[in-house]
């Protein structure tokens, strides 16, 4: 490895770890669409173009005093601040070992341990669950604790999430907000869904600061992430982080996003890509070699083929277990 230079606020090996989580996340990326189009998944959700965002946020994230409340693209996020990679293999193959028992959604995981809050599939509902904890936090006078609450453009359309912003607004608790803004909300383009594209601007309304950043520079949003929840934690109030990135895939697996957008202006949008964009970074800035990155990639790969053999031969839940979790008392609904 090579010999690594210090740095102001982001050291060099902080440098490397972004760098990985991002190849990660890429990698984990690629292997949910391919199960899927083998049949083994019933469906995955990539965030290619989000990796910057949510390595960068992971980063700031503090394992051991912060809550996470995700959204459903976060499973980079996950992986940044602490979750078991096989964990997310087996949410999505829905085996016996995984969290909820094999039982939600791909990828709709828990960790209470890492501070960690299960996903929901409803838009920006995770918003009003994540204001409650850090009034919960605030309430009980806890120091050095702050909430990261993540979520997409389109989830600023909905109800609670100007509740939520309002509540932590006026109570000043202790919550980053983190959009990222990838520009599509689904097939519904940004510009066909708010007059003002700077959701940033938003926050000025409410009460609170409002940073945008490039969010496809990880440095950038952990730097930013890193400031609003110091802030948050010393009873500064909420922040909210805007961090511009694009999708490069398709929502899910389901959906074809050929229907509603150019293929040129996705390739456009490819020029950016924070990956290679951020590899070159490090390379030309002497962080890294080019055959350090190869090996480093390699390595990543190796450890994601390996977990998902391990996990696709791990047993899926019981038949008898159909109705655990589901009814209060008797297992069987009819009883």
Known sequence: ??????????????????????????????????LN????????MGSEGHEAVQAGAGMAFVRGHDVLYPYYRN???LLACGFELAGVFRSQ???????????????????K??????????????????????????????????VLCTFGEGATSEGEWHESVNF?????????????????AISTHISKQMGNPNIAERAQGYGFEGVRVDGFDPVAVYLAVKRAREKAAAGGGPTLVEAVCYRFLSHTTDDDERTYRTREEVAQQR?????PRFERRLIDDGVLTAEYIEAMRQEVTTLVNETTDMVENEPPPAAETLYTNVY??????WV
Request: aromatic letters at 4%.
């Open 93 to 111: 193959f829905a085996r016996a070992t995984d969290t909820t028992g094999g039982r939600s959604i791909i990828n709709h995981v828990t960790d």
């Open 271 to 275: 020029e950016n890509d924070p990956v």
């Open 37 to 44: 189009r083998q049949g083994k998944i019933g469906i995955a």
């Open 75 to 77: 499973t980079g996020i």
């Open 113 to 146: 341990a890492k501070g960690i809050a299960s996903i929901s599939s409803i838009i920006a509902s995770q918003c009003t669950h994540a204001v409650g904890a850090a009034y919960a936090i605030q309430y009980r006078g806890e120091r050095n604790r702050a």
């Open 168 to 184: 932590a607004a006026i109570h000043k608790v202790p919550i980053v907000f983190l959009c990222e803004n990838n520009q599509w």
């Open 328 to 333: 209060a008392g008797p297992t069987e609904p």
């Open 1 to 34: 490895m090579p010999r690594l230079r210090a740095a102001d606020e982001v050291s060099n090996e902080m440098l490397v770890a972004l760098l990985r989580n991002m190849l990660l996340q890429r990698a984990v990326d690629t292997r949910g669409f391919q």
